[in-house]
C-alpha cells in the first residue's frame, strides 16, 4: 500500500446486536481494524466469538449495528443495497467453504458467472475465468462439471471464480473445513501463492490455528465480540491461543 493509498478494510468500533425477541445478543462489541494491501489475515475464534459475523460484515452480506466499515477508504455503511450488490459483485470475492457451484454447469462458466452478472463481454469472461482456472491448476479441467471434480478441484473452482472478478479482497470463510485433512495444504498453498504473487488482499476465517500460523502474515483473534489479538503468527504463544480459543470464548 502506497503512502497516500487507503487501507482496503477498515473498520472503527464495530458493533452488530442481533435481537431475538427481548432479548439482545451483542456479536460484535467495537471491532477495530486496518487491513492493508496485500495483507494475508487469518481470522480466528471459537463458537460465538463472532467471528462468522464480521465476515459477513466485511463482506457486506450485512450491516453494522453501529460502528464504521469502510472498503478503499469508502463508507459503505452509507451505501444503498443495489450500490451494496454492485460493491459485492465487483470488490469483494467469496471462497465458500461449501463451494456454492452450479452442479450443471461446467468450470468454465462456473467461474464466468459472477462477471456475467457484471456485464463483462463475453470474451472477456472467457479469457479471465480461464485465465483463473489455469492459476489454480485446472486449466485441463474446463469442460469438467462438479460432479466430475474432487472435493478440492472444486474449492480450487471457487478460488478461481473469486479470483476471476479481480476484486480487491477475497474472503474465505473457513475454506478448507468441507476437505480431507490431507487437501488442506493444498488449497491454501494456492491462497498463499495468489497473496504472493499477485498482493491480493486475503482475509480467511480459519478454525485451526496451525494452518493459520502456516500460512497467514497476521493473526487477528476473535473473543466475546471483541479482539484479543492482533499481531504476526510468531507472536502466537500458548497464552495467545488461550485467550483466544478459551474456554467461554
Sequence with gaps: MGPS????VETRDLEKIYRMGDVEVRALRGVSLTIAGGDFVAVMGASGSGKSTFMNLVGCLDRPTRGNYLLNGRDVGKLSRDQLARVRGRQIGFVFQGFNLLPRTNALENVEL?????????RERHRRAAEALERVGLGDRLDHTPAQLSGGQQQRVAIARALAQQPSVVLADEPTASLDPALTGSIMDI???I???RGLTLLVSQHQLETALAYATRIVG??????????????VTPAVAEAIYGEGG
Design 5 to 8: 493509498e487507503p487501507p482496503v
Design 114 to 122: 459472477p462477471l456475467l452478472y457484471q456485464g463483462v463481454a463475453s
Design 191 to 193: 491462497l498463499r501463492r
Design 195 to 197: 497473496n504472493v504473487e
Design 222 to 235: 476473535l473473543r466475546r465480540g471483541r479482539v484479543c489479538f492482533d499481531g504476526a503468527p510468531g507472536e
